[in-house]
């Protein structure tokens, strides 16, 4: 390495180290709140989806309409503009409700706003995942066990969602794949995770080439380790299934 | 019903900062040097965040800073999720029918910046047939869309100053109009230095430039005369000049 | 058409259309009669149209080697393929976006001759970045879907080919990449519906397609909610159209699933 090339690499290294003047402190705390608001999201959305997809299936008419409206509109419109509706409507409505019950404004924090967002948002895809999940659960074992007089709730913990899982582990594996790089979208709203974080450090010190390659990095980490511990979940799930080839 | 809301709220107020104690105050997320800007360590400085904590000492309110969006600065105010604007909001009649303002706590022109070689003069004659980059929601952004939008060939509008900035050392727009005193932060910066000048003062219009910078509000908000209290007390017993003298060779209240 | 007309259904229906009067009779929707927003609202929506079309057929193109790479190809070919794939999926498309358009931007001034060269006019420009960004996220995407499926085209087929001696460009040509197409197009639309949604995120980078249109509106009038409602109501009607343009690309040709 010629001295030049070594002074650039130093000083690469010096703007991401984890003390100041480097950035690589405010770059990890950018991904922790991604990675935070990624697993609030992931979960809201999941409780959504699991009420959705059982609504769906198992509900009434008027839930089934209802609920094939909000899958359809939260689908059909990018997230960027479900996340600023969200944003603005949901605190200023909380806020105007309190206030029309005489009570005080509270201070939502952005983590929380953000997860609730996010978290309606995913709960759409969430339902359809889970409802195919659901639906390719062999009709006979949920017969069967009802025949044998197995109450609803039993019958969902004991049949249902252990099959459910291993046929719903793939979408649900992309959706975490989407709720990670979802958070990139809150820096538009001005929340300081990941890219916000990065896109701070690189207008103040210019230096583009060190800190995006940084964190483009740092989710790509995020997401080949999800997959592979997602693997490793889905061969678990999937112990004492036939393989689809038959193997 | 109503219990059920207020156990949502309560669930959700877990994860906030304690009621009604700290004032939110909104600063939009970008660098905007001298007045704020992040450090390596995430923390705000520059003139206005010294400015804010002499405020809060002087009207002794806690004061937290809240980095937000600038495009939806107003809205995070008229929602509730902040609760004071700081964010070099100039004080224009438009504004005003959303949202009040305190009194101005700084005034400067507004100036265009170009390429180190170029001819251009900061006028509608000088920006013919050439792009113009400014910030979004600005007043700024205004006075271009009146005066220079019909002769530029384009007006690209972004999301804040730093990256009009940028795209001007870039080439990529021929002229940026700004806050005089932030685009001469740039132009003292190494970046700056190399690839731009200022070409000069735009000819003034109080009604869409504004009459200099003040806090922003939620109509009706009784934090307001605090505020203004707190500006005229700081004005006399000479913390302004202080925090001033440590960024600026000159007064930055305007007239 | 009966069966869906159920009595709730007609409720819910009658419940919708009073929703929307109510919107639109309630709501502040005055500045849709300025022509100044009315010739940017068109314009806009004619950016997103065309921003989609042209980098789904670019990526399209794209996807196609890509995916054939990892299918077919040695480990040479493959493997690069297959990191691109999982470098493209794996980051946010802002962050993608940004590092072309800045990070490109900030090389500009250390390359003295760039200014004179022809390309200039197009590099000065925010679009091409958007197409080259969205392009290759769309071939990073279907790269994966492509690979599915030329992978899921009976292996039969293939080899019957090759024993009769056909050369492999015509193999590919008449029996490989039409079935893999054939397969692929129930998918293409859902995925036509997400660069569609994609497209917002390059109002960041100064492109005025309908999503910084109504921001501008938003910003000039200061009126929060009825642009983003307008916004979302042209999002599904554009969603609406693919997924009937795709429908009617699938009723077209004839299908014998076997």
């Not at chain 1, 609730?116 to 895809?125: E, I, K, N, P």
């Not at chain 3, 800045?102 to 003295?112: A, K, W």
Request: a neutral charge; hydrophobic letters at 50%.
């Amino acid at each position: 390495m010629s001295t030049g090339e070594a002074i650039a690499a130093a000083s690469a290294l010096d703007l991401l180290a984890l003390s100041p003047p480097g950035w690589g402190a405010t770059l990890l705390a950018g991904l922790g709140n991604s990675v935070i608001i990624a697993l609030g999201a992931y979960g809201l959305g999941f409780a959504i989806g699991l009420c959705g997809a059982f609504g769906k299936l198992y509900g009434g008419p008027i839930t089934k309409d209802l609920l094939a409206v909000y899958t359809t509109i939260v689908r059909a419109v990018p997230e960027l503009v479900l996340i600023l509706i969200l944003f603005y409507a949901f605190t200023g409505l909380l806020n105007q409700t309190l206030l029309s019950w005489g009570m005080e404004r509270v201070q939502i924090s952005p983590i929380i706003t953000g997860i609730v967002v996010l978290g309606v948002v995913q709960g759409a895809y969430q339902t359809e995942v889970l409802r195919g999940g659901i639906l390719a659960v062999p009709a006979g074992q949920i017969e069967a066990a009802r025949a044998m007089g197995m109450p609803s709730v039993t019958l969902a913990r004991r049949i249902t969602i252990p099959l459910m899982t291993a046929n719903a582990l793939p979408g649900m594996a992309n959706l975490w794949l989407n709720a990670t790089k979802d958070t990139a979208l809150l820096a538009v709203i001005g929340f300081s995770e990941l890219t916000k974080a990065t896109y701070q450090a690189s207008a103040t010190t210019k230096a583009f080439f060190v800190f995006y390659p940084a964190a483009m990095a740092l989710y790509l980490l995020i997401s080949l380790t999800s997959t592979f511990l997602i693997g490793r979940l889905e061969k678990w799930a999937r112990r004492g299934q036939r393989d689809v080839r038959g193997q | 019903m109503k219990t059920l809301v207020l156990a949502a709220v309560a669930a959700l107020a877990l994860g906030t900062t304690a009621m009604a104690d700290p004032l939110k105050i909104g600063v939009a997320a970008e660098p905007y040097p001298p007045f704020t800007s992040p450090d390596a360590s995430g923390n705000w400085v520059g003139w206005e965040v010294d400015f804010m904590n002499a405020i809060c000492k002087q009207a002794e309110l806690d004061c937290v800073i809240t980095p937000t969006a600038w495009d939806g600065i107003i809205p995070a105010l008229t929602s509730g999720q902040i609760d004071v604007i700081m964010s070099s909001m100039s004080i224009t009649q438009e504004r005003k029918k959303t949202i009040d303002f305190s009194d101005k706590y700084y005034n400067t022109p507004a100036m265009v910046m170009v390429a180190a070689d170029s001819t251009i003069t900061p006028d509608a004659a000088g920006l013919t047939g050439k792009i113009v980059g400014v910030q979004v929601s600005t007043t700024h952004e205004a006075y271009t869309q009146k005066y220079f939008a019909p002769v530029a060939s384009e007006v690209k509008v972004y999301q804040t100053q730093d990256e009009a900035n940028q795209d001007l050392a870039a080439g990529r727009v021929d002229a940026v109009m700004a806050d005089s005193i932030a685009l001469q932060a740039f132009l003292d910066s190494d970046a700056g230095k190399a690839c731009c000048k200022a070409a000069g003062m735009v000819a003034g219009d109080a009604e869409v430039l504004g009459a200099g910078v003040g806090f922003g509000l939620r109509q009706g908000d009784p934090l307001l005369a605090k505020l203004n209290a707190a500006i005229a007390a700081i004005r006399a017993d000479g913390t302004y000049a202080e925090i001033t003298k440590k960024y600026f060779a000159f007064d930055v209240y305007g007239e | 058409m009966k069966d869906f007309l159920k009595p709730h259904r007609i409720v819910l229906i009658l419940l919708a259309a009073a929703l929307v009067a109510w919107c639109a009779l309630s709501l502040n929707w005055t500045w849709l009669a300025n022509p100044k927003y009315q010739l940017l609202i068109v314009q806009g929506i004619w950016r997103t149209i065309w921003i989609v079309v042209v980098t789904m057929v670019i990526g399209m193109v794209l996807a196609v080697p890509i995916g054939l790479a990892q299918a077919a190809g040695p480990w040479y070919v493959s493997a690069p393929a297959r990191v691109f794939c999982t470098v493209i999926r794996g980051t946010p498309l802002l962050m993608q976006i940004w590092l072309l358009y800045y990070g490109l931007g900030s090389l500009f001034p250390s390359i003295p001759w760039i200014k004179q060269s022809d390309l200039w006019p197009y590099l000065r420009q925010a679009w091409p970045y958007a197409v080259v960004a969205l392009s290759l996220s769309v071939a990073g995407y279907e790269g994966e879907v492509m690979r599915g499926a030329f992978k899921g085209v009976p292996h039969g087929q293939l080899e019957a080919a090759k024993a009769m001696g056909m050369p492999p460009f015509t193999l590919l040509r008449r029996i490989w990449l039409p079935q893999a197409l054939q397969r692929v197009l129930p998918t293409l639309g859902g995925e036509t519906v997400s660069q569609l949604k994609s497209t917002p995120l390059v109002s960041t980078i100064t492109i005025m397609e309908i999503y910084a249109v109504t921001g501008r509106i938003r910003q000039d009038t200061f009126i929060i909610y009825e642009p983003l409602l307008l916004l979302a109501v042209v999002y599904m009607g554009l969603t609406g159209l693919i997924v009937l343009l795709f429908r009617w690309l699938e009723g077209r040709r004839p299908t014998r699933t076997a």
